[in-house]
C-alpha cells in the first residue's frame, strides 16, 4: 500500500492535538498533579522539565524536514539503514508515527488508571505505552541515519530532532520515570481526583511521571 506524504501530514494534523487534548481532559480530573511525577527526585524535576520542550522542538524539527522539506522522491526513498530503498518510505514513516503517536494518547489516561486501580498488570501496560512511544522514536533515528547515509539534505536536522525527542521519551520517560515509580507503593491515603470518595490523608506521595510534551505530542 503506497502511503502518500500528504496523507502522513493529515494523520498528524489529527493525533498531535488529540495527544495534547488526552492531556487537558486527564490533568482537568486530576486532584494532584505532582503525584504523577512519581518517584523522580524534586531535585531531578528542575533538569527534566527543560527537556520536556527539548523534546517538542524536536519533534517539529523531525515533523518539518521529513513532511515539508523533503522531495517526495526523496521522502519515499526513505529506508532502514541496513537496507536498500524500495520505494516505501511513506509506510515506514507512518508506521514510526503511529508507534509514537497513538500510545502517546494512552500514557496519561492509563497512569493515572493504574494510581486509581493498581492492578498487578497495570505497570506492565503502563511501561509497554512508553516502550512503543520509544520503539516509534527509535524508528524515526533510524530513517533519519539511513537519510542520512545517503546525502539527503536536512537528514542531519531530522536526526538531531530524533535525538532530542529520545532523551526525553527514552530516557526520562521509559528509564527513568519507569524506574522511579512506585508502582506497588499503598494509595489509599490520597485522592486522585476531585470526585473521589477516597478521604484525603498525610501520605507521602512522591513527585512523577515526565509528561511526554508531545509527550508532547507524548
Given at each position: ?55 517538542a522542538?524536536?519533534?517539529?524539527m ?70 512503543l ?10 530513517l ?75
Amino acid at each position: 500500500m503506497e502511503v502518500s506524504r500528504e496523507f502522513i501530514r493529515k494523520f498528524t494534523f489529527i493525533a498531535g492535538p488529540l495527544v495534547l487534548i488526552s492531556y487537558a481532559f486527564a490533568l482537568s480530573r486530576l486532584d494532584d498533579w505532582d503525584s504523577l511525577w512519581g518517584g523522580v527526585p524534586e531535585t531531578w524535576i528542575t533538569y527534566i522539565v527543560p527537556f520536556m520542550f527539548i523534546a517538542a522542538i524536536g519533534f517539529l524539527m523531525y515533523w518539518w524536514v521529513a513532511l515539508f522539506k523533503l522531495d517526495v522522491a526523496v521522502f519515499e526513498s526513505l529506508r532502514w539503514p541496513w537496507s536498500e530503498s524500495d520505494g516505501n518510505g511513506g509506510q515506514r514513516l507512518l508506521l514510526a508515527y503511529a508507534l509514537f503517536l497513538i500510545p502517546s494518547m494512552l500514557w496519561i489516561d492509563s497512569t493515572i488508571f493504574h494510581m486509581n486501580n493498581s492492578y498487578s498488570w497495570t505497570p506492565i501496560l503502563v511501561i509497554g505505552i512508553l516502550a512503543l512511544a520509544s520503539v516509534g522514536n527509535i524508528m524515526f533515528g533510524l530513517l533519519a541515519y539511513g537519510a542520512m547515509q545517503d546525502g539527503v539534505e536536512g537528514s542531519r536536522i531530522m536526526l538531531l530532532g530524533s535525538v532530542f525527542l529520545g532523551i526525553q521519551v527514552i530516557l526520562n520517560d521509559l528509564i527513568i520515570w519507569s524506574a522511579k515509580f512506585p508502582w506497588y507503593q499503598e494509595k489509599s491515603g490520597f485522592r486522585l481526583f476531585r470526585n473521589a470518595s477516597i478521604p484525603s490523608a498525610n501520605a507521602d506521595v512522591v513527585p512523577a511521571a515526565s509528561i511526554n510534551v508531545l509527550s508532547c505530542f507524548r
